[in-house]
């Protein structure tokens, strides 16, 4: 069955430090998200993709964020320096083109000490 | 105003009971609507789609939307403790392919 991948699962960073994350979308998806989810509330997005495109990314903290999706199939989310308000579930999802019909991928979990 | 608003509940039903989830949203031109379901420390989970005003039905779930009002809602039923979760409302908010979610409703279905 055709799923997003994600990695690592877990991932335990104290601040200050860089982490990063990865996703593949599912096969033939073009459309690719980046989700932050702080326990207790909805997925936020935080960047989008269309093939190698950023289509949004207003609501990702350039500052310290940074999504790179280099040939248009898989991606990478880092964090450098990571900050204690960092620590939440990262959920990659994909979608082919056209539809917001999202799938989503098991996630990470960040905690940040 | 947030852009998609649900009640955080708990909501609490009896097992076999109905359970009706609510969603409200703010862009009248919004034309696409899911409902996901997320067990606690996992990912959310695709289980409807609606595109048009009126009812939709899967196996024990219905869909339901009204555009004029702009509401979605999202009924389960012979609810079972297996649909203990929470449910998020997601609307691709003016059409523009970005999925917004709501913060998600608490069900809790008691045997």
């Known amino acids: 069955e055709a799923e997003v991948a994600q990695s690592p699962r877990y991932k335990i960073t104290e601040k200050s430090q860089a982490v990063a994350f990865w996703c593949d979308p599912i096969?033939?998806?073009?459309?690719l998200y980046w989700y932050r989810q702080i326990l207790g509330q909805g997925p936020e997005l935080l960047v989008q993709?269309?093939?190698?495109?950023?289509?949004?990314d207003s609501q990702l903290p350039k500052d310290r964020f940074s999504a790179e999706r280099l040939k248009g199939v898989d991606s990478t989310l880092k964090i450098q320096p990571a900050e204690l308000g960092d620590s939440a579930m990262y959920l990659c999802?994909?979608?082919?083109?056209?539809?917001?019909?999202?799938?989503f991928g098991q996630g990470t979990r960040l905690t940040v000490v | 105003q947030k852009e998609v608003e649900q009640n955080s509940g708990p909501l609490s039903v009896p097992e076999g009971a109905i359970a009706s989830l609510n969603c409200t949203y703010s862009?009248?031109?919004?034309?696409?609507f899911f409902w996901y379901r997320q067990y606690s420390g996992k990912s959310p989970e695709l289980i409807m789609s609606?595109?048009?005003?009126g009812d939709k039905e899967d196996g024990r779930f219905t869909a339901q939307l009204n555009k004029a009002s702009q509401y979605v809602s999202l009924l389960i039923r012979d609810s079972q403790p297996s649909d203990s979760a929470t449910y998020l409302c997601?609307?691709?908010?003016?059409?523009?392919?970005?999925?917004?979610f709501g913060s998600g409703t608490r069900l809790l279905v008691r045997p």
């Open positions: 999802a994909s979608s082919l083109t056209g539809s917001t019909e999202a799938f």
């Open positions: 096969s033939g998806h073009a459309t």
């Open positions: 993709f269309q093939d190698e495109s950023v289509v949004d």
């Open positions: 862009d009248r031109g919004s034309q696409s």
């Open positions: 609606i595109y048009s005003n």
């Open positions: 997601a609307v691709d908010l003016d059409s523009s392919y970005k999925l917004i």
